[in-house]
């Protein structure tokens, strides 16, 4: 709310009731991602007090405006972080924006507190990494081998995404199944710490009987449906979870006990799967093929 002096006050009941009840009633607890920054239409509203209505404010990052709506209110969420002590796990977040935007986005942050972290989902762009303490790179970006290794040793974290702009690999419900495990060896090979998918239950008007929505893929939108249904896809990308985890385990026990030739086997497995080569047809070959090595070991 913008009061009648000018100065802006804020009301966090809404925020707080959310996230408490994702904290402590269902357990999601890691980490609190908050977006809008640079949402797609360039518009932030308020309250009023002077005028007694809601009015908005259409504004870029580095117009005046924008500083003057942001900093303010960033300084003082950051004051609120910090008394419920959520601060360190808090992410001021953004998707698929370039640098034209990101650089002065980020100036505003660090002002009103240098030590917010941030995060981007979308291109590799080297002049901002550092900055960024969660980092998701679209499918066919990469990180450059020392700037990865970098951000390991700094604890940050590095994932990597698809959306409805990759032909494949995918979920969508026309996706060949395997694409979906050929994901979670995709995040090995890529030395990920994750892989993110945009949306689980964003479902279109009759979700049961047609999965697309407008111009995007049929799918794309969620990977289960209403009344806790799964899908060939979820459960197919849920082996891909499995087949990660067994290979992270056993490649730090073959590290341990020195078994140099079963790690090795299962490094040069696990590298094949590369942005290029995955084709039309070959995803289920590739994973089966793979999950021979796999379970030999």
Aim: negative net charge; glycine residues 6%.
């Amino acid at each position: 709310m913008k009061k009648l002096d000018g100065s802006w006050e804020y009301d966090y009941t809404v925020f707080d009731k959310w996230v408490e009840f994702m904290m402590d009633d269902i357990g999601i607890d890691k980490q609190i991602s908050c977006y809008t920054m640079i949402p797609w239409a360039l518009s932030f509203d308020y309250f009023d007090q002077a005028t007694n209505r809601i009015r908005f404010i259409e504004a870029k990052p580095g117009d005046a405006a924008y500083e003057d709506y942001w900093l303010n209110f960033l300084t003082d969420f950051s004051r609120h972080l910090r008394e419920k002590g959520w601060f360190h796990k808090t992410i001021i977040s953004m998707d698929e924006r370039g640098l034209d935007v990101m650089k002065p986005t980020l100036e505003i942050i660090k002002k009103a507190d240098p030590e917010f972290k941030i995060s981007l989902a979308g291109h590799y762009y080297d002049e901002i990494q550092a900055d960024l303490y969660d980092y998701c790179l679209s499918f066919g970006n990469e990180f450059p081998e020392k700037v990865l290794e970098e951000r390991k040793k700094a604890g940050k974290i590095s994932t990597v995404y698809t959306c409805c702009a990759e032909a494949r690999p995918n979920t969508f419900t026309f996706s060949p199944p395997a694409e979906a495990a050929w994901l979670g060896w995709h995040v090995m090979a890529g030395e990920y710490d994750g892989y993110l998918r945009w949306a689980v239950n964003s479902w279109t008007a009759d979700p049961l009987r047609d999965s697309r929505f407008r111009t995007w893929a049929a799918g794309d939108c969620y990977m289960i449906y209403p009344g806790n249904r799964s899908s060939i896809r979820l459960e197919r990308f849920v082996e891909g979870i499995q087949d990660f985890e067994k290979i992270r385990i056993l490649k730090e026990e073959f590290t341990a006990k020195g078994n140099k030739a079963k790690l090795k086997k299962l490094n040069d497995a696990v590298a094949k799967f590369t942005p290029e080569s995955i084709t039309p047809d070959n995803a289920a070959h590739m994973v089966n093929a793979a999950r021979q090595v796999l379970n030999s070991l």
